[in-house]
C-alpha cells in the first residue's frame, strides 16, 4: 500500500495521522497483505489451489429420525401430579394468581 492509499483510509476513517505513522501503518498493510497472499497459496488437504471441499463431502450428514412413540399409560403422569398437587379444582391444577 502506498502513503496516498493511506492518507485515503485514514479520511474515510477520520483518524488524523502524520507521516512517520502512515509509513509504518504501509509497511503492516504490506506484511498482513503478504501473509494473505501466502494463505491463499496453501493447499487445501486433498484439494488444489482456490479448491475447498464442502463441510457436506466431509462428513457423512443425515437426518436422524425415529418415531414418536407413547412409553406411558395415558394420564399416567397426569394423575400422580394431581395427587401430589396441594390445590386441585375440575382436574385442573389450581394456583395463586400472578397478574
Known amino acids: 500500500m502506498t ?11 477520520r483518524i488524523d495521522m502524520e507521516e512517520v505513522e502512515m509509513g509504518e501503518i504501509a509497511k503492516d498493510f504490506d506484511a498482513i497483505l503478504a501473509y494473505v497472499g501466502q494463505v491463499q497459496e496453501a493447499a487445501m488437504e ?3 489451489r482456490g479448491e475447498v471441499s464442502k463441510v457436506s463431502e466431509s462428513y457423512p450428514l ?4 425415529r418415531e ?6 395415558e394420564e399416567e403422569f397426569t394423575d400422580k401430579i394431581m395427587k401430589l398437587a396441594p390445590n386441585t379444582e375440575n382436574g385442573y ?3 395463586k394468581q400472578i397478574l
Open 3 to 13: 502513503l496516498e492509499d493511506i492518507k485515503k483510509l485514514a479520511n474515510l476513517a
Open 46 to 48: 486433498g484439494g488444489t
Open 62 to 65: 443425515y437426518n436422524i429420525m
Open 68 to 73: 414418536d412413540v407413547v412409553t406411558n399409560k
Open 93 to 95: 391444577l389450581k394456583v
